[in-house]
């Protein structure tokens, strides 16, 4: 026998059988000088593998846990429900994208509105390149396709306005019943809660109309207002006064300053609410039927009502966000 072959068990020799087996293990126990007491080798060897258990197997338990896992995550992505459910989803993220991106004809044209607060006033540039001032404790809605189709507004409240002139649309201001209509200016539009409206022209033409709301009045009526004008228009019609607004009160306007030239009380009290929330009484039919011309921009609420009383020539009292105006003990008129 080669030494090539030997201590290799034949792999096409005869079998071996049983009985040579037992033979040599018999020889085998026969030659062995030690008695093995399997049973206590058995007991030491499992004690130490509770006791210390091996980094190897350990090693070897967390690496097969990991070949399982893997093994389930791809066995259950290879699955065509599976599959087919993701490449759903990733659809639907692309089409969400597509659709936030996208405005539809009718979102573009959707009305645009501003709000300032009570104090607080916001410059805006509308699209079509108009210049406004909102003024305080008001609101402006564009209507929908303005610039492109339109140059209609809503105002509530107060705003200084200079307009890009375009005479195939004319801009054009809806305040209770009143409408402004500009000819290329640069105006201020106040509205009282009384839905009284005043119009100050300071530069261009401006065209007023206003529908009569009082008993037995139903017409229209329209005024067209120069440079320097100043329209009262409510449920009577249309009062204008020719000329009273005059170049200091202008620059005011446009610069944002509560500024009065002859304003009635009804605007002066409404204005004051806008600017300082504080509400101006007026008990006496006297008081309510005057005019004011002051300049109170930046004024303490005190300070207000003193150049109040001291232009009417009446007493003013102030309790809280409440001024009151009265002549009883007032002071002769300046």
Do not use: C
Not at 6 to 15: F, I, L, T, V, Y
Not at 103 to 128: C, F, H, M, Q, W
Not at 146 to 173: C, K, M, S, Y
Request: proline share 5%; net charge neutral; aromatic share 4%.
């Amino acid at each position: 026998m080669s030494d090539q072959s030997a201590g290799r068990a034949p792999e096409n020799g005869p079998p071996v059988h049983d009985a040579a087996l037992d033979a040599v293990m018999a020889t085998w126990v026969a030659g062995t000088t030690d008695t093995i007491d399997s049973e206590s080798a058995l007991a030491r060897v499992s004690a130490r593998r509770q006791v210390e258990p091996t980094d190897a197997v350990d090693e070897l338990a967390a690496r097969r846990a990991m070949a399982r896992g893997a093994s389930a995550r791809v066995s259950m992505w290879q699955q065509p429900v599976l599959r087919r459910a993701a490449a759903l989803v990733a659809v639907v993220g692309v089409a969400a994208v597509w659709r936030a991106s996208m405005k539809s004809p009718a979102d573009a044209n959707a009305p645009e509105s501003y709000v300032t607060a009570i104090g607080a006033s916001r410059d805006i540039t509308l699209p079509d390149g108009t210049s406004m001032r909102l003024g305080p404790a008001s609101s402006i809605e564009l209507a929908a396709g303005f610039g492109a189709h339109n140059r209609r507004v809503t105002l509530h409240g107060e705003a200084w306005f200079q307009v890009t002139h375009d005479a195939r649309r004319p801009f054009a201001i809806t305040v209770g019943t009143t409408s402004v209509e500009d000819v290329g200016t640069a105006f201020m539009v106040r509205e009282s809660p009384s839905r009284e409206v005043s119009v100050r022209v300071v530069e261009g033409v401006v065209r007023v109309r206003t529908r009569g709301t009082a008993p037995g009045q139903v017409r229209d009526t329209t005024v067209t207002l120069q440079a320097g004008d100043r329209a009262v228009a409510n449920a009577l019609g249309i009062a204008v006064a020719a000329g009273v607004v005059t170049a200091a009160e202008g620059a005011a306007l446009s610069t944002g300053r509560l500024a009065f030239t002859d304003a009635s009380m009804v605007e002066v009290q409404d204005a004051l609410h806008r600017w300082y929330g504080v509400t101006l009484l007026l008990p006496e039919r006297a008081v309510a039927t005057r005019h004011v011309t002051a300049d109170l921009t930046g004024e303490p609420i005190a300070r207000v009502a003193a150049v109040l009383g001291l232009t009417l020539g009446v007493t003013a009292d102030v309790r809280g966000d409440t001024i009151t105006l009265h002549t009883t003990g007032a002071p002769a008129r300046p």
